[in-house]
């Protein structure tokens, strides 16, 4: 029986930087803004302003953020006059935004549950 031997180190190379990209674009995640950026991004493109507007953000923090989310490739932008407008690169990166709250949702309606019923074991005990 033959066994494989090491992967060619071109495909662990690639392996590697793929790794590399994908904790780059997670770092997006990593933000509360940058992520209600994304959810103000999910229908529309919006400038700096629009966004800012909506988020109740000055437009210097809401800059700085649409450029390293531009520069992760999350985000893209066109000029229009003198406004830039700014949508999302690909609209698949929300499917993983709504996965991650859904489950995020999921552990705070768990942990909800447990701290009631630890607080009416705590009630039991304290009544006797």
Avoid: W
Wanted: net charge positive; glycine share 4%; aromatic share 4%.
């Amino acid at each position: 029986m033959h066994t494989p031997g090491p992967k060619p180190s071109h495909s662990r190379d690639t392996a590697r930087v793929l790794y590399e990209h994908h904790a780059e674009m997670c770092k997006v995640f990593s933000n509360a803004t940058r992520l209600m950026i994304l959810n103000v991004l999910r229908e529309r493109e919006l400038t700096v302003a629009a966004i800012a507007a909506q988020l109740g953000v000055a437009v210097g923090t809401v800059s700085s953020h649409l450029l390293m989310m531009k520069q992760r490739r999350v985000l893209v932008s066109r000029k229009q006059g003198n406004q830039v407008f700014y949508r999302l690169a690909n609209p698949k990166m929300l499917q993983a935004f709504d996965l991650i709250r859904e489950i995020l949702y999921e552990q705070m309606k768990q942990h909800g549950l447990l701290a009631r019923e630890l607080e009416q074991r705590r009630g039991r005990r304290s009544a006797r």
